[in-house]
């Protein structure tokens, strides 16, 4: 019972929207920070953004500032992309992850050690 589970994903038109969810699967993460990454056909998988355990510090790929924002919800065991502006480009598998570890940084898919399933998101231009 340590997992994580995406959901929201889905199909949308260029410059619609789409929230994200991440939960914890029979443990809570508010104590770890929290990343969202996403991972194209044929790419490798790219960090989106992320947020330190508490929420107080948020951190984006130039990609997405301004259009995506990362959010958590603590006593909900929450975390959320909300995705504003979607471009085709934006089109992935979205994947959450927990720094578990306490590694230093954000931004390295290294520093993770649990992962979602991932949710596929899909932006029809």
């Known amino acids: 019972q340590v997992q994580l589970v995406e959901s929201g994903g889905g199909l949308v038109q260029a410059g619609g929207s789409l929230r994200l969810s991440c939960v914890a699967s029979?443990?809570?993460?508010?104590?770890?920070?929290m990343g969202w990454f996403r991972q194209a056909p044929g790419k490798e998988r790219v960090f989106v953004a992320a947020?330190?355990?508490?929420?107080?510090?948020?951190y984006y790929a130039d990609s997405v500032k301004g259009r995506f924002t990362i959010s958590r919800d603590n006593a909900k065991n929450l975390v959320y992309l909300q995705m504003n502006t979607l471009k085709p480009e934006d089109t992935a598998v979205y994947y959450c992850?927990?720094?578990?570890?306490?590694?230093?940084?954000?931004?390295?898919?290294?520093?993770?050690?649990?992962w979602g399933q991932g949710t596929q998101v899909t932006v029809s231009s």
């Open positions: 992850a927990a720094n578990r570890l306490y590694y230093s940084g954000y931004s390295s898919p290294g520093i993770y050690d649990l």
């Open positions: 029979g443990r809570t993460t508010s104590r770890y920070a």
């Open positions: 947020i330190s355990s508490s929420g107080s510090s948020t």
